[in-house]
């Protein structure tokens, strides 16, 4: 219905060739539906200890894989580093990770409360990849970039060269310094466009992806956090999607059942704040 792109004139580096954006932790939205097909096909269960793929982590013997997809496992957030909060524009490794996860130790008991965590879902990435033994590019292959026949739709492995940079305001457009995206893979490292994240999210509503009963354990209920869906209001109305956000660009994506209706952008060099983007839109 509606499609467009703006300000890229405005910015001091050429867009030229670039199609496609870093989406955040939209991303968590295919990693929760790929660990549902597993569960589908009986190789996983929402029970599951994390503790049958990864004991050393805190807890691990009473954390499940339900609360690692609805951020009830306790855990703290990997992305966030001890002396240097944004560590992960640097490389690093996968043990470095899996360290910073086991030092944070767990904030809570599991399903006590609710809070966002980046390194539950690092961890449920890491559970996909074993139980498939596939890595993360070839899982997104399978379940989305082939049945839905998506172009522009990259993981961090595949290098994309075409992705808009991203920028900050002060005075003047400034380049920002991104995260090193293998460091986020399955948690926020994919890079597509908004008409894509439209066609997941419709195919995920019109039963494409997961079964009805997958669709219903995944969406949130009382909780603003489901397993990989989020409740997104906006005035009236009420909207399940999941938002995203790299240190320099902000994404989302929505549906409305009552409207039959989708929302994706993603904002790469923002001076209005999202919310007035969608409200001005």
Known sequence: MY???????SLPDSQKGKET???GSITKSMTAIMIFKLIEKKQLDLNDKLSKFYPKIPNAGKITISQLLNHKSGLGDYVTGKDDMKWLTAKTSEEQIMNRIIE?????EPDMKQQYSNSGYYLLTKILEKITKKSYTDNLKETFIDPLQLKNFYTASQKPSNVFLPYNYANKWESVKDFDFNNVVGV?????????????INAFFSGKLVSKESQ???????????????IIPFHSKIFVGHSGGT???NSLMVYNGEDDLSISYSLNADRIGSNNFVIDI
């Not at 219903?216 to 989020?230: C, L, Q, V, Y």
Request: proline share 4%; hydrophobic share 35%; charged share 15%.
């Open 188 to 200: 926020g490292d994919i890079a597509t466009t908004p008409t894509n994240l439209n066609i997941i």
């Open 104 to 108: 944070q130790g767990t904030l809570f």
């Open 247 to 249: 240190y320099g660009t």
């Open 21 to 23: 954006f870093q989406i």
């Open 3 to 9: 499609k467009r792109n703006f300000g890229e004139n």
């Open 216 to 230: 219903s354990t995944i969406m949130p209920a009382e909780d603003k956090f489901g397993r990989g869906m989020s």
